[in-house]
């Protein structure tokens, strides 16, 4: 993949991201509560897959398996602050809950092009062909 799909890519998960964190507004209501929530869902479920994608593109260097257990591992982390996280702001009151939760899963969805998109223009030929 070039730099100009890669970008493109990006702005296809900004746009998603920000799409939902509409769509939680004008279905929750634009309480503080609300916008805490989709501020700190966004924050972090964009934080995490941008971190996702550095770690992804770097292990691809590496060994056959190094990618794919990072992003098991990344699930793994991303589910236990996801129900952490939603179970705490539930428990305390200072966020909506399920804004959080709603806007940290875009956060993580809209990431999914940005992946595609660096593994494929990281990944080498594995049969001998050249890149196209």
């Given amino acids: ?12 998960g900004f746009l998603a991201l920000a799409a ?6 004008s279905f929750r209501g634009t309480g503080p509560a609300v916008l805490t929530g989709v ?10 897959s941008v971190l996702e994608v550095v770690l992804v593109r770097r292990a691809l260097s590496r060994a056959r398996g190094a990618a794919l257990s990072i992003v098991l591992g990344g699930f793994l982390f991303r ?8 179970l705490l702001l539930h428990s305390t ?6 804004a ?13 092009p940005v992946l595609a998109a660096v593994v494929a223009g990281e990944r080498s030929p ?6 196209g």
């Fill in 79 to 86: 589910l236990a602050v996801l129900v952490g996280g939603a």
């Fill in 20 to 25: 939902m964190g509409a769509g939680v507004l």
């Fill in 126 to 131: 594995t049969n001998g062909e050249a890149r």
């Fill in 100 to 112: 959080f939760a709603l806007c940290f899963l875009a956060g993580f969805l809209s990431s999914l």
């Fill in 39 to 48: 501020a700190l869902g966004v924050l972090g479920g964009a934080g995490g």
């Fill in 1 to 12: 993949m070039t730099t100009r799909s890669t970008l493109l890519s990006c702005l296809v």
């Fill in 93 to 98: 009151g200072y966020a909506d809950a399920a």
